[in-house]
């Protein structure tokens, strides 16, 4: 009897390994090499440089929807990085120089190598790139209200670029929150075919105005659509689509002891103030520029770890991306 009972155990600890092996086997499939202990197999560990951990540790509710961080910004002399796109397996990432030597743009990839160093024809501020699909274009501020759009494949083949398109008169309404003499263009994105632009003040709200980009032959026109107002400290935008409904988001800082936020909202076309319709807010280390998005990863870039911000109490000089299916869920 106790050898049946000892034959039966050893019977059903055979079923239960090969079960696990079973598991584990359908788990590697979908998930990649298996982890020790199997429980960690389901639980995407973020990936984050120890060095920013107890910055980022400190804001609880970017660790919810964190995925890793482990990008370096390349941080050559005194860039200071402002804009950021993502096309295919590339990071583009715009800034200027204090020196008023001319603006520039680091092509590195997703492991932060730099595959190209491109020169722009301005010394502009470049708060933000963004990429138009459709016309194989990307647009960038420049100075004194212009907006210019360059031929993407430059920026991969070439060491300096010139402007293919520039409009001037566009920024009309958008004050300098320094000189109110002025205009300026803070921040831009494409959304299909519509361009969004606006300005940046600190006390008050911005404008973003809206074009429709439309190609005529070799000529690109811009046809104004509309404008609405949003928060103060506006540094960058994007529209998101989920399950039938647009958000836009907002990445909102000033300063850099004073943290950042990335605002969420539901977006429709009819409204014009979302002052006060935030839906969700996400607080961030201080100094958050552009976001950027490939399928359902959202890049930050933050302008802390550049030379001009060494007392900066929280450094970040990494690409942080976080789950945007986490960020929106329940919005």
């Excluded at 079973?22 to 984050?48: A, E, H, Q, T």
Aim: proline content about 3%; charged content about 25%.
């Amino acid at each position: 009897m106790k050898n049946k009972i000892v034959l039966f155990l050893i019977i059903a600890l055979c079923f239960v390994i090969e079960g696990l092996s079973i598991y584990n086997y359908v788990v590697s499939f979908y998930y990649g090499n298996i982890l020790d202990p199997i429980i960690d197999i389901r639980v995407k560990r973020p990936v984050v440089d120890e060095k920013i951990l107890n910055s980022l540790g400190s804001y609880l509710n970017l660790k919810t929807v964190l995925l890793n961080a482990d990008i370096d910004i390349p941080l050559i002399d005194d860039f200071i990085p402002q804009g950021i796109e993502i096309i295919d397996d590339l990071i583009l990432i715009t800034g200027y120089y204090e020196s008023n030597s001319n603006s520039k743009c680091f092509v590195i990839d997703k492991k932060g190598n730099i595959k190209n160093i491109v020169e722009l024809d301005s010394d502009s501020h470049v708060g933000a790139i963004s990429y138009d699909k459709k016309n194989n274009l990307l647009w960038v501020p420049g100075n004194d209200g212009l907006i210019s759009a360059y031929d993407k494949d430059d920026f991969l083949k070439k060491n300096y670029v010139e402007t293919k398109y520039q409009y001037s008169g566009l920024s009309n309404n958008l004050e300098d929150f320094k000189n109110k003499s002025k205009k300026h263009v803070a921040y831009i994105y494409v959304d299909g075919t519509y361009l969004y632009f606006g300005n940046f003040f600190v006390n008050k709200s911005s404008i973003v105005k809206r074009y429709k980009i439309v190609k005529n032959g070799n000529i690109i026109d811009l046809k104004y659509i509309d404008y609405f107002n949003v928060p103060p400290r506006t540094q960058g935008m994007m529209i998101v689509k989920k399950n039938n409904q647009k958000y836009m988001l907002l990445s909102r800082s000033y300063g850099r002891h004073n943290s950042s936020q990335l605002d969420v909202y539901k977006y429709d076309e009819e409204v014009r103030d979302y002052n006060g319709l935030e839906i969700k807010v996400i607080d961030l280390p201080p100094m958050l520029e552009q976001i950027s998005m490939q399928k359902r990863d959202l890049y930050l870039l933050f302008e802390s770890g550049a030379n001009k911000y060494a007392d900066c109490e929280e450094i970040i000089d990494v690409i942080p991306i976080i789950d945007i299916d986490e960020l929106l869920k329940n919005s």
